[in-house]
């Protein structure tokens, strides 16, 4: 083990170090720094959403507590679903639902900002320009490939990507336009500074638009030509596919090292879990339903679906419990304590960026494979009946080990998240431990003279 140490410690933690210290890396993280308090407010939002505001949820729901059904005087199904409060609970929760798109705007305008102090250019110009391309992507993918012009903002899959993309191109457009000084207006020289400046940068930002908008054309039409090859593809590689052990491995991996760098892990992985993982759980809850109703239960289905992965990820939490049983970093410990009521409730992000765990050299390797040794250890389990199939939808936001045994409708839904739960508490023992070390050795370093 102490050979494991120094090899960490002497090796991996100064290569990834390097890739960390990636002035573009850097500048993805402080867009997040920045988005922190958004995170937090926005998922604070959905806890509420989905504690007590959604006619259909635990609160409110006739499945669950049937508060709902108290409020309306004993009203149930269609009943219940015509009466003013559920329609008022339902505005309420869809507006909250809705918020979502809020962070995507920020993110866009954000990280744009950074990168133009890396390669130059007027700030603000590419925060519009990139929050212009977005939509116009968005809505031209709403239109064309969904068949539905009033999609709010496009397909959930892309929408992270598409985020990150036009913010890249707006801010490397106009720093390379920013270059040629003939593409600025010849302003009035009594004009003030603060309306001069954007004024004559008005060719540049249209030109910006302009390649934004033959790009989104290209992109639209090249989809649609070509969408019957794509869902083809959907139906008969991706999914078959992403019911492999290897396959759902390289996803976990994918989607954490994301994470690591700050890339928004899961959004850039969506179309993935929308198109292969979230099918497979609306296939084994319609077969859950229809076996219940006949009086049986559930005993096949697909193994990999969008609520295994839920209870696969959530070694973030054991991750947290080591930091407080083997980290003697105080400020370390100070942000686990701070965060932990929000990662009861699966909310990560803001822990991410504050730990820090994003571009953190010590914590690159448990923090990837605690979630792949997750995903092997809860594929055997219900591979050999040890663990029923995940068979029903769950808030992103319940608590662990209640989420897995709503997921899965047994109490060994619950004992498979306790024993991944406590799994990953060792294996991110000795990399803290590591942390700890190397925390002391530059804090020597600064001490000598």
Same mark, same amino acid.
């Given at each position: 083990m102490e050979q494991f140490f120094d090899w960490v410690e002497r090796s991996f933690i100064p290569w990834a170090g390097r890739l960390?210290? /990636?002035? +573009?890396?850097?500048? !993805? $993280?402080?867009?997040? +720094? $920045? =988005?922190?308090?958004?995170? !937090?407010? =926005? +998922?604070?939002?959905?806890? %509420?959403?989905?504690?007590?505001?959604?006619?259909?949820?635990? %609160?409110?729901?006739? /499945? @669950?507590?049937?508060?709902?059904?108290? !409020?309306? @005087?004993? =009203? +149930?199904?269609?009943? #219940?679903? %015509?009466?003013?409060? #559920?329609r008022m609970a339902r505005l309420f929760s869809d507006a909250i639902g809705s918020s979502e798109l809020l962070l995507l705007l920020f993110l866009t305008m954000t990280l744009a900002i950074q990168l133009t102090k890396i390669w130059g250019g007027d700030k603000s110009l590419a925060a519009f320009c990139a929050l212009g391309g977005f939509f116009m992507f968005t809505q031209m993918e709403g239109a064309y490939l969904l068949g539905d012009g009033i999609v709010p903002l496009g397909h959930p899959p892309l929408r992270i990507p598409t985020a990150f993309l036009f913010a890249v191109l707006s801010a490397r457009f106009l720093s390379w336009f920013d270059r040629f000084p003939y593409l600025r207006l010849n302003v009035p020289e009594t004009l003030p500074e603060r309306v001069a400046k954007p004024l004559e940068r008005c060719v540049p930002a249209g030109m910006t638009l302009i390649l934004f908008l033959l790009f989104c054309i290209a992109v639209t039409q090249f989809f649609v030509s070509y969408y019957n090859e794509v869902d083809y593809f959907i139906q008969t590689t991706l999914r078959p596919a992403a019911q492999t052990l290897s396959f759902a491995l390289i996803y976990e991996a994918a989607v954490w090292f994301g994470w690591w760098c700050g890339l928004f892990g899961d959004g850039f992985w969506e179309f993935v879990y929308e198109f292969a993982y979230l099918p497979a759980q609306v296939a084994n809850h319609a077969a859950a339903s229809a076996t219940f109703a006949q009086g049986n239960s559930l005993t096949h289905g697909f193994v990999f679906t969008s609520e295994f992965f839920r209870i696969v990820d959530d070694h973030v939490l054991s991750m947290a419990a080591s930091v407080l049983v083997f980290s003697s970093n105080r400020r370390w410990r100070r942000v686990t304590w701070f965060m932990l009521p929000f990662l009861v409730f699966n909310i990560a992000p803001p822990f991410f960026f504050c730990l820090p765990v994003v571009l953190n050299p010590a914590l690159l390797l448990p923090f990837v494979i605690a979630p792949m040794a997750n995903t092997v250890v809860a594929w055997a389990a219900i591979s050999w009946g040890i663990v029923p199939v995940f068979q029903f939808f769950t808030a992103y936001t319940m608590p662990p080990i209640l989420q897995g045994v709503m997921g899965t409708g047994s109490l060994m839904g619950g004992v498979l998240q306790t024993v991944l739960l406590v799994l990953d508490v060792f294996i991110y023992a000795p990399f803290v431990i590591v942390a700890n070390r190397v925390d002391k050795a530059q804090e020597g370093k600064g001490d000598a003279p």
């Open positions: 960390s210290g /990636n002035k +573009y890396m850097t500048a !993805i $993280r402080d867009t997040f +720094y $920045r =988005l922190i308090p958004f995170f !937090i407010v =926005l +998922y604070a939002f959905h806890i %509420v959403q989905w504690a007590a505001l959604d006619p259909e949820g635990p %609160v409110m729901g006739e /499945n @669950g507590m049937g508060l709902g059904a108290a !409020i309306t @005087g004993g =009203l +149930y199904g269609e009943e #219940y679903q %015509v009466t003013g409060f #559920y």
